[in-house]
């Protein structure tokens, strides 16, 4: 298989300033003419080369040079190659496609009677051939022309130039983007669609026509995603001074996709699911989600669109930025402790895996066979921690100094990471030699702290030592800029006297601290300063201490984790007598009861304490792990909560089921509460709760709470469960995105048949292999489900396995996502290892792969 280094880039020979395409739009055949005025790159190393044009399963009809029909072009594999003497010429060819037939919805594809495209990375060459590299930027004239009936809606990037109707019934419309744009930013979108609609007046007074395009029936649900979408264009204005650069903004929800969403150029493409929300069949999670991906796709107008990738390893660029972009933006509109808390929580459990894995890569990779396998947790959420470790090294103002530089440096630039890395480093005034270490190893850097203590001196010495794990090209290691908010706690007081920022550069280094009489509390990497993993010498003291009275919520939150994940691992490692577990487990009790008594807290915040560590984050403490021990210590752990604390758990679900439904904070802190109750009395009194639950999913007059119920009573095995199951569907059942929910729910669950659910959902007449969203929620659901996807016979790899053989021929994309899971082998308990390596080596040796996967099950064995 071809890998492509990221050592080999060279500037593209030819360049296209301007592109006109002409769609002639049909479900089955829809004809293209594209016509590239195409220029020799002056940049360029070879100034003869012939113009190389990709593309991937399509056929040039008719090929044309300066209007004259031309023959000297061949095909090269996939790629379209003419031989052009001269540096400059129009060139137009001619392609058909059946946008029904493209299960692999990368390209131009039908979704529901609807024509959509989604050309990122490299679907544009799905389309037309075309040099489809980011380095390549084009102004679009785009023309669309379709029956008037079937597609009464016609959209592209850029502002609308002309439209008209024609005798036949068929009508067009013609959009130009005045924005030089890589192709992978091209879009259109023609079908049966309903505008909701608003305005926005730039600070510069523009006004902007704000759309967001929905089937009938979806436009009442459309109003969160739109107050969204506002509140970002403001936000990127007051805090980066990033306004919007066209009349309009569309954005259009489309039921079949392989990503949440695309940042098209003034056209945003999204899954249904980051765009529909109300409060009947949106979560308060699935609110937070379209708040957030509304943010990413519009902050990408500016980071990624304006200055976007010079090539692909540049991925994080855009891509880390702007989660770190659409992070700060959620924190400001609701609470930042909690935002940060859960995107650690994402992190640890989605990044950190990936990082001590076979398909570990630092934010900027070197190599790759299929570059839709590297939008990864590592290149977006370990992408953004990285440039948040800026910010803390810079301070916020001189952060803004470095991206207004680099904005205005690169504004309409193919750029790269190192681009950024210098305007930071020349705007914020600060020294980024070493820190860009971060973008060239991979693996998550452990940091070992040793705390002294001099009682005549009153000095506090830290040793700190870090370790950079080998990964896979990657054996040895340097060390990297670590910076840690620091503060020493004064036990009796509970107080500190004052956080430091402690920047750790070398393997080994040690940091003094004096006037302190007594040996402090340790409170270290406060606010998850850096995406490292910390061993620190707390004892269970410090970390009842530190929970209780840490004046920092992410250390706090922290302290409680950590509490809990030292007492797991090490009854999993089999290190606790009678005693000793008892112990621990009173130190946890004890805190959670302090926690849920501490009048100062707000719920969010308070719900985000009493959550334990997931089973994922707590396998990554253990090598190898067996995931059966984890899953029972914990539900083991959870169930004596749950009994330790019932009459708590009682109170504060009867509390919190008297608040009335809002979309405030103290409602939605209610909410999450609600639910976190029952998980833990659930565990300790299952017949109990059923009713309890039961009583939860009857009162519901929102989908948070109704979700919850059902998700607890999904665990169980009472008859409530199936009861509360047939209502949900038969309630929602013309509402896919909830039905999503009643899939995801049985495959996630704690039931110990949950495993025999999914393979019986599978033959559900709702279920379907073409449709990503569905997919997701059977197949993802269970893959996250430890106790069903590690089943001790191997059944869950297989099932797993099987899904992969099964959907790869429709969709490669969505297949391979499904391999990180079974590539996990090496960290697993012996027995286990062999099955999900067995099912490794099963899938590869399939006849027929797609890139995709072949790439990830190749690196899984090696
Ligand atoms: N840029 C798109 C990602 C598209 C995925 C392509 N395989 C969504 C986003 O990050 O905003
Ligand atoms: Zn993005």
């Known amino acids: 298989p071809a890998v492509i280094h990221r050592a080999d880039y060279r500037p593209p020979a030819w360049l296209v300033p301007d592109i006109a395409l002409d769609f002639v739009l049909d479900l089955t055949e829809t004809r293209v003419s594209a016509t590239l005025d195409v220029e020799r790159n002056p940049a360029a190393q070879d100034a003869t080369a012939p113009l190389r044009l990709n593309g991937d399963g399509i056929v040039a009809g008719a090929v044309l040079v300066d209007g004259e029909p031309h023959n000297a072009w061949a095909m090269e594999g996939d790629d379209l190659v003419i031989d052009l003497p001269g540096s400059a010429h129009q060139v137009t060819i001619e392609t058909t496609i059946n946008p029904t037939a493209n299960t692999q919805l990368s390209g131009l594809y039908a979704s529901g009677g609807l024509l959509c495209t989604q050309c990122e990375a490299e679907g544009f060459r799905r389309i037309t051939f075309f040099p489809d590299r980011p380095d390549v930027l084009s102004c679009y004239t785009v023309t669309l022309t379709a029956d008037k009936a079937q597609f009464p809606v016609l959209l592209s990037n850029g502002n609308p130039v002309d439209s008209g109707e024609e005798d036949d019934g068929s009508h067009w419309a013609i959009w130009h983007d005045p924005w030089p744009k890589p192709s992978y930013l091209f879009a259109l979108v023609a079908g049966d669609l309903v505008p909701t609609r608003d305005r926005f007046t730039t600070a510069s007074g523009r006004a902007v026509d704000l759309a967001i395009w929905v089937r009938a029936g979806d436009e009442t649900r459309t109003g969160h995603a739109m107050r969204s979408l506002i509140a970002s264009m403001q936000w990127d204005e007051k805090v980066y001074g990033r306004e919007y650069d066209l009349d309009l903004f569309n954005i259009v929800a489309v039921s079949d996709f ?21 409060p ?10 379209v708040e957030g991906v509304v943010a990413h796709e519009y902050f990408h107008n500016w980071s990624g669109n304006r200055v976007t990738c010079r090539d692909w390893f540049q991925l994080s660029l855009k891509e880390g930025f702007t ?12 609470s930042p402790p909690v935002k940060r808390i859960e995107d650690v929580r994402i992190l640890r459990a989605a990044q950190f895996p990936e990082d001590s894995g076979p398909l570990a890569h630092p934010i900027r990779p070197d190599s790759y066979q299929e570059i839709s396998n590297f939008y990864t947790a590592t290149v977006y959420n370990k992408g953004a921690e990285v440039i948040r470790m800026m910010t803390v090294l810079a301070g916020p103002e001189r952060f803004r100094a470095g991206t207004d530089l680099y904005f205005e440096r690169h504004d309409g630039q193919a750029a790269t990471c190192e681009d950024f890395v210098t305007a930071i480093e020349e705007g914020a005034q600060i020294d980024l030699a070493q820190f860009r270490r971060w973008y060239e190893q991979a693996g998550t850097p452990r940091v070992d702290v040793a705390l002294s203590h001099d009682p005549v001196s009153g000095r506090v010495t830290l040793a700190l030592k870090q370790t950079v794990p080998p990964t896979p090209g990657q054996s040895v290691k340097q060390p990297m800029v670590i910076p840690l908010r620091t503060a020493l706690f004064d036990r009796q007081s509970g107080t500190h006297g004052g956080e430091h920022l402690i ?17 402090p509390v340790l409170s270290i990497n406060r606010g998850f300063s850096a995406p490292v993993a910390i061993i620190a010498p707390q004892t269970v003291e410090d970390l009842v201490f530190l929970a209780a009275h840490d004046d920092d919520p992410f250390a706090r939150y922290e302290a409680m984790q950590q509490l809990v994940v030292q007492h797991l691992v090490a009854a999993v490692e089999g290190r606790l007598d009678d005693d000793a577990r008892e112990a621990g487990r009173k130190a946890i009790g004890g805190a959670l009861a302090a926690i849920l008594a501490d009048a100062g807290l707000d719920d969010l915040m308070r719900g985000e304490l009493v959550m334990l560590p997931g089973e994922a984050y707590l396998a990554e403490q253990l090598n190898p792990v067996d995931p059966a021990r984890v899953h029972a210590e914990r539900e083991a752990l959870k169930a004596w909560l749950g009994r330790e604390l019932a009459p708590a758990w009682t109170a504060l679900h009867d509390r919190c089921a008297a608040v009335p439904f ?4 103290a409602a939605r802190g209610a909410r999450k509460l609600k639910t976190q109750a029952l998980v833990y009395l659930a565990a300790a009194d299952p017949q109990g709760t059923a009713l309890r639950a039961k009583a939860q999913y009857d009162a519901a007059d929102n989908m948070t709470d109704r979700q919850g119920a059902l998700m607890v009573l999904c665990g169980l095995d009472c008859p409530q469960r199936e009861e509360a199951l047939d209502h949900f569907h038969a309630r929602f059942a013309d509402n896919r995105l909830v039905i999503d929910k009643w899939f995801s729910l049985q495959a996630g669950s704690l039931h110990p048949d949950a495993l025999a659910h999914v393979q019986a959902l599978a033959h559900h007449p709702d279920f379907t292999l073409t449709n990503p969203n569905r997919v997701r929620a059977l197949y993802m659901a269970m893959a996250a489900n430890p106790a069903a996807f590690h089943a001790a016979d191997g059944a869950g790899y297989r099932t797993i396995a099987d899904l992969i053989l099964a959907l790869d021929p429709i969709n490669g994309n969505v297949a391979a996502r499904f391999v990180a899971p079974l590539g996990r082998w090496r960290r697993v308990e012996p027995g286990r290892a062999a099955l999900m390596r067995a099912e490794l080596e099963r899938i590869a040796a399939a006849p027929r792969l797609s890139r995709d996967v072949r790439e990830q099950v190749s690196k899984s064995l090696e």
């Open 503 to 519: 920047v750790l550069t070398q393997g080994q280094q040690q940091f003094t601290f004096e006037g302190h009489a007594r040996p």
């Open 323 to 334: 989660v770190l972009r659409d992070q700060q933006f959620s924190a400001d509109r609701g």
């Open 258 to 278: 392989n990503a949440g969403a695309m940042e098209n150029k003034g056209l945003n493409i999204f899954n249904t699911r980051y765009i529909l929300a109300d």
């Open 280 to 289: 009947d069949t949106a979560t308060d999670g699935d609110y937070d989600a």
């Open 662 to 665: 809002s979309l405030d904070a």
